[in-house]
């Protein structure tokens, strides 16, 4: 069973802080995914990632930056925090001929 | 322009009904997801398709590529299957997935 493992659940910072939120998948998927869920506005696409290095930006990429230094493994980095960045943010993988995978999500809280 | 269409937005249905929601986009894709939402849970994946139709259990999914239009059944439903289900597809020619609005279903007991 493929496997995408968010680092944390639950997240509390405050604003202006540096934020890192981790995500590892174990089945070699090529594409990896970072999106955020509001209430009402759905899935957003912040970044995705189609090989090692490669970055491409989503829907709403501002405020965001994101690094792949190897295959398995996505990272969101949120450089100056803001309340408005308060959301569930939810990884994703996927390669050409499978389902999209998602972690459980990290619900992150500004304050 | 890449699109999604997802209808109804909420459902109510008893205990033992026949469900349908549907999907429909925009233009030519290489993939169409079906993701399941518990209320506070994760999102699971149900079905990907690029033709005809897959059953899983109570679930079915079908898709019609000439008319650009996908469903899912879900037969004999239960409380348990209540949730949001999202439709997404992935376009031709990109990596990136278009998300459907999801369909809100409660079933009552």
């Known amino acids: 069973d493929v496997k995408v493992t968010q680092s944390s659940r639950y997240l509390v910072k405050r604003t202006g802080e540096k934020v890192f939120l981790e995500c590892v998948q174990d089945?070699?998927?090529?594409?990896m995914f970072w999106y955020r869920q509001d209430p009402g506005l759905g899935l957003r696409l912040i970044y995705f990632s189609y090989d090692v290095k490669m970055k491409e930006k989503g829907d709403i990429p501002e405020g965001y930056s994101v690094s792949r230094e190897k295959k398995e493994r996505f990272s969101l980095i949120l450089e100056s925090a803001s309340t408005n960045q308060t959301s569930m943010y939810l990884c994703?993988?996927?390669?050409?001929?499978?389902?999209?995978?998602f972690g459980n999500g990290t619900r992150l809280t500004v304050t | 322009k890449n699109e999604v269409e997802q209808s109804p937005q909420n459902l109510t249905a008893q205990e033992g009904e026949f469900i349908t929601i549907n999907c429909s986009y925009s233009?030519?894709?290489?993939?169409l997801h079906w993701l399941q939402q518990h209320p506070g849970g994760g999102i699971v994946s149900l079905f990907m398709l690029s033709s005809g139709k897959k059953k899983h259990g109570r679930l079915i999914a079908t898709i019609n590529i000439q008319e650009k239009h996908s469903s899912l059944h879900i037969t004999a439903s239960h409380p348990r299957d209540s949730a949001v289900y999202i439709c997404a597809a992935r376009f031709s020619g990109t990596y990136k997935y278009i998300f459907g609005t999801g369909t809100r279903l409660k079933v009552l007991a």
């Open positions: 089945m070699d998927h090529e594409n």
């Open positions: 233009v030519g894709i290489s993939a």
């Open positions: 994703a993988s996927s390669s050409t001929d499978s389902p999209l995978h």
